[in-house]
Every structure is written in C-alpha cells, then in structure tokens.
C-alpha cells in the first residue's frame, strides 16, 4: 500500500468518526480505557493533518482539501475546550456541533476507497 493510499485510509478514519456521536462512542466501546476525543485530537494534530507537505495535498483534491482546512480551523478553534474532557461531556456543547458537521462536508469529498 502506498503512502498516499495509508494517508486517505488513515485520514478517512479519523474525519468518520470526528462526523458522528455514534461513531466516537463505537470507539470508545472498542478500546475503554482511551479518551476518544483526546486522542481524535492528537491523532488530528500529531499524526495526520499535515497540509503543508506535497505528499499530503497530493494525496486529495482541491474541495477536499479546503473541507479539511475547515475542519482543521474547527478544531484548532476548540483544542482548549477539549482538554480532559470525556466524550459524554461534549453531547449537547453547542460549540462541538460545528465539528461534526465540518467532518460530514469532508467525508463527503473524500474517496470512500483507497
């Protein structure tokens, strides 16, 4: 597999589960003892989301790139807001409720397969 193939799967991944409540507590039932959103956020930042790279822009279209860059501003707008908190404490913020629907418009623009 090459390595802009492992970048959409891995990144598809992460911006799936960013979409959706059921998705992040599908998760959390899968490994318990992570901070689903903690690590959503450091996978997000330390791992994934690198536009400034060829390799990275290369591996998507230009839509999808600017979808990410939305979701990317979402997300930088609300790390402070995150930090400790449990996945059960976001339901109902209504500072979240812009993430999961930045995540929707970018999965919608990204390939469903490698």
């Known amino acids: 597999m090459s390595l802009q193939t492992n970048l959409r799967t891995t990144l598809r991944g992460i ?33 994934i989301y690198f536009p400034e790279h060829e390799q990275f822009r290369s591996a998507f279209s230009p839509e999808a790139l600017a979808a990410l860059a939305e979701l990317n501003e979402r997300l930088l707008a609300t790390a402070n807001l995150v930090d400790g908190l ?29």
């Open 86 to 114: 449990e996945l059960y404490d976001l339901i109902g913020k209504q500072w979240w409720a812009p993430i999961p629907l930045a995540a929707q418009r970018a999965l919608s623009l990204l390939p469903n397969s490698p």
């Open 15 to 47: 911006v799936l589960t960013l979409s959706s409540v059921d998705e992040m507590l599908d998760y959390s039932r899968v490994i318990p003892s992570v901070n689903v959103i903690g690590e959503l956020y450091c996978q997000w930042f330390d791992d």
